[in-house]
């Protein structure tokens, strides 16, 4: 039984048929989010297997033959399925699998796509009830547009994330790999899902495209917009234009992050927390347009940063839980990972590799109140899933092994591998229902 049948029946997109050809991190992430909503995903990969199984080592990760963490992080519940397109017999069976697709993910090039005729235009006008989606790194107009592209070029450097996410005077940022590649997922995910509800009304398909660099713009609307009202970035925590929504140092070493955006009408409070009671009818820091043209905005971050110099972080934390202020501690990853309220909202889940043993996965974050939390099958070596799917179209023993051995498919040989379905934190405590077979 393939991964998808084992999961048939699951979520709002159940029944929902999604082929995926697709490398790398952002389109596959699409895949997944539509994969934890429920939809059959057959990804086709290269005979030589999707680029990101090679990277695991370079973001620090472990991989061996038969597990790959990394690869995991966006491959979850998917049939994987091994193809040369190039050739004849491999792209007859890849037009097999979209023959009755109801959803067509791609991120290849407009040129290496037309070329295999598999853009757009072509695929519309031999399936036109497909939705076809596209990740790019860059828009379909421009110079730009037949670029490559990564989220570490097109979205953390020239969409201005390297540059503006760091202090004032240091050095660019370095931000986590795939940070932009996911905000895409999640953005071209919601595209195709919006497609597939038109199509219920007219019948038709849709092309669906998304970039990278469209998605950092669009995450940064209101640094954008406040640049061009002279709010220059990068900014520095010491000149903030509201002191409130900040981070502070406590007498322990530890940074709070504080985010009060209506700044007058909690002034006087913030005051009184701080032990300013003197400073409540200052009329130069009183309110947000006063304290622009008076441009006392850094005497009053001094005033809160010698506040919090004096106590610790839980007293500090403690007068916002009273006082309801929005602030948190700022984590780092190993303070994500010992995170309860990460696991019991299942956006970290623990799953068990035979080598290294129990690892927390980062879970897409959209859940539906009938669906429940969603099951989660690891990925599996490249062409596991090939024989299997092509004898549901009809293809003997013989045919598959002809074109396998002429170079069309790629079939795996090894060892079965158990589909191990990993559940959230409270399904397996019984407090959260499973819609979903084990």
Request: hydrophobic share 35%; proline share 6%; net charge negative.
């Amino acid at each position: 039984m393939s991964t998808t049948d084992k999961l048939n029946g699951f979520g709002p997109l159940a029944g929902v048929k999604v082929v995926e050809l697709c490398e790398w991190v952002a389109a596959p992430a699409a895949v997944r989010c539509l994969s934890e909503m429920g939809a059959t995903v057959i990804k086709t990969e290269p005979l030589h297997g999707d680029a990101q199984r090679t990277q695991g080592p370079g973001f620090g990760c472990e991989k061996n033959d038969f597990e790959d963490p990394t690869f995991d992080l966006n491959n979850t519940n998917k049939d994987l399925v091994a193809i040369n397109l190039k050739n004849e017999d491999g792209m007859k069976f890849m037009k097999k699998l979209l023959a009755d697709a109801d959803v067509f993910v791609v991120n290849l090039r407009d040129k290496a796509l037309k070329k295999l005729g598999l853009d757009y235009e072509t695929i519309h006008e031999e399936f036109p009830t497909l939705i076809w989606a596209q990740m790019r790194g860059y828009g379909e107009f421009g110079a730009e547009k037949d670029s490559p592209g990564y989220d570490a070029v097109c979205w953390a450097a020239r969409g201005g994330v390297a540059n503006v996410f760091r202090e004032k005077g240091q050095s660019p940022a370095i931000a986590p790999q795939a940070f932009g590649d996911n905000n895409a997922a999640c953005m071209l995910a919601g595209g195709i899902c919006a497609a597939l509800f038109n199509r219920t009304r007219t019948g038709k398909g849709e092309k669906v495209v998304t970039n990278l660099y469209a998605a950092a713009i669009f995450a940064s609307d209101i640094g954008i917009c406040a640049q061009q009202f002279g709010a220059d970035y990068p900014k520095s925590r010491t000149d903030v234009p509201n002191p409130f929504n900040n981070t502070y140092r406590t007498a322990d070493d530890k940074w709070i992050y504080i985010c009060m955006p209506q700044y007058d009408k909690y002034y006087e409070m913030m005051m009184d927390i701080f032990g300013y009671p003197e400073q409540k009818d200052n009329p130069d820091t009183k309110d947000l347009p006063h304290l622009k043209a008076s441009g006392k905005n850094v005497e009053v971050i001094k005033w809160l940063e010698a506040a919090f110099a004096k106590k610790d972080f839980d007293y500090w934390m403690e007068q916002f839980r009273i006082h309801q202020v929005p602030a948190q501690k700022l984590f780092r990853f190993t303070d994500i990972l010992k995170d309860e309220e990460a696991y019991v909202n299942d956006s970290l889940r623990y799953v068990e590799y035979d080598e290294w043993g129990k690892h927390a996965l980062p879970m897409t974050p959209l859940r539906f109140g009938s669906a429940g939390d969603p099951p989660v099958i690891l990925a599996k070596p490249i062409g596991y899933h090939t024989k299997e799917i092509m004898e549901k179209y009809g293809y003997s023993d013989e045919e598959i092994a002809r074109i396998e051995n002429e170079g069309g498919v790629g079939v795996y040989h090894g060892e079965p591998i158990p589909d191990t379905i990993f559940k959230s934190e409270r399904q397996l405590k019984g407090e959260a229902p499973c819609t979903w077979e084990d």
